[in-house]
Nanobody, 116 residues
Framework: QVQLVESGGGLVQAGGSLRLSCVASGSIFSINAMGWYRQAPGKQRGLVAAITSGGVTTYLDSVKGRFTISRDNAKNTVYLQMNSLKPEDAAVYYC??????????WGQGTQVTVSS
């Protein structure tokens, strides 16, 4: 089992920045990929960014150049630095990890609100 606790969401003006954090605990030795997803009202949850255990990253096209995903394996933490935020980035952001056994775990979500 892996437990995830997210933090860092909040209200920010368009053009501002936020940094999301997700701390993993439990069976952390089995964590492979880590990522961030988001879900806006009335929309499906979708991938924002992901990072493998080897540090390979993937981004949603609309956030490339603005968001940066990183992980600190010593702290069992994955981060999402979000710059130049736009109103369309507003959503609940969820952390997800996938273990080496291909099990997926989700965090509880953190709200990001961007005012125009």
């Amino acid at each position: 089992q892996v437990q995830l606790v997210e933090s860092g969401g909040g209200l920010v003006q368009a053009g501002g920045s936020l940094r999301l954090s997700c701390v993993a605990s439990g069976s952390i030795f089995s964590i492979n990929a880590m990522g961030w997803y988001r879900q806006a009202p009335g929309k499906q949850r979708g991938l924002v960014a992901a990072i493998t255990s080897g540090g390979v990253t993937t981004y949603l096209d609309s956030v490339k150049g603005r968001f940066t995903i990183s992980r600190d394996n010593a702290k069992n933490t994955v981060y999402l630095q979000m710059n130049s935020l736009k109103p369309e980035d507003a959503a609940v952001y969820y952390c997800k990890v996938v273990t080496t056994g291909a099990r997926a775990y989700w965090g509880q979500g953190t709200q990001v609100t961007v005012s125009s």
